[in-house]
């Protein structure tokens, strides 16, 4: 069994207003001075340990491809939703996972709070098949389009224009925040849906491309997959 799965944050102020030693800045100040000071490039994005888990939204699929159950949180409080997280990855033993970027955000993300929290994850999430960079049980398909770093990333937004299927209409990532802020918890993790669904159709894409399932098993969830994007894309 597969998770694919995404998460979203926001900015943890009160740890950054620790680290920045600034008590006194509008969280909006804090915000630049943060990213002015804690981040490794130009995107202005803080790395994942100074982030606060807000919703997250995984589905279950086969091996096969085919999509079996989702898992979702939204909330708060932080403790709860990874507390949910765990005790749905728990429902299989060797799961395996898909995402994008979640190497270099969402699980580094879940260790920092889980650290943060005082919590224990599950033991699979520090298995050689999933903590080993090339390995097929923990698939980034950022990685994969890459050919882990020889080529540039791709953005999943733009794996869908490729591919003929139109993702990020329900909301962007910048855009969680002020979600936020308007109380919009259960839009927050509307969105993280269609962007886990968005991950599933262009695994499934790739999946086919590279021979891995036949044509009629692919067409069939495709076609499955896409018209589930679009009932997501159609709600409030």
């Known amino acids: 069994m597969f998770f694919v799965f995404d998460v979203e944050t926001i900015p943890d102020f009160s740890f950054l207003r620790r680290v920045l030693d600034n008590r006194e ?9 943060a990213s002015e000071k804690l981040t490794r490039n130009n995107s202005g994005f803080l790395p994942p340990m100074y982030h606060h888990m807000v919703s997250w939204v995984g589905l279950w699929v086969e091996n096969t491809g085919k999509p079996v159950q989702k898992a979702s949180w939204h909330g708060d ?16 033993k060797d799961f395996g996972l898909i995402h994008h970027n979640g190497r ?17 994850m599950p033991v699979r999430l520090n298995h050689y098949d999933i903590r080993y960079r090339f390995s ?12 882990y770093g020889a080529s540039s990333y791709p953005k999943l937004k733009h794996l869908g224009h490729l591919i003929g299927v139109p993702f990020k209409q329900t909301g962007e990532g910048n855009e969680v ?13 509307h969105y993280c849906y269609e962007d886990v669904m968005a991950t599933y159709i262009v695994w499934l894409r790739m999946k086919f491309t590279t021979g891995d399932i036949t044509q009629d ?8 997959a896409i ?3 679009k009932e997501i894309q159609k709600q409030p």
């Open 136 to 147: 097929k049980a923990n698939m980034d398909l950022m990685d994969e389009f890459s050919n």
């Open 104 to 120: 270099g955000f969402d699980l580094p993300l879940i260790t920092y709070r889980s650290m943060h929290h005082n919590m224990q």
């Open 77 to 92: 409080d932080e403790k709860e939703g990874l507390t949910r997280l765990f005790d749905s990855l728990l429902t299989y």
């Open 25 to 33: 800045a509008t969280d909006d100040d804090l915000l630049i001075e």
């Open 217 to 224: 098993v692919f067409s069939n969830l495709n076609e499955r």
């Open 227 to 229: 018209q589930k994007l």
């Open 177 to 189: 925040l002020e979600m936020y802020r308007n109380g919009m918890l259960e839009e927050i993790e």
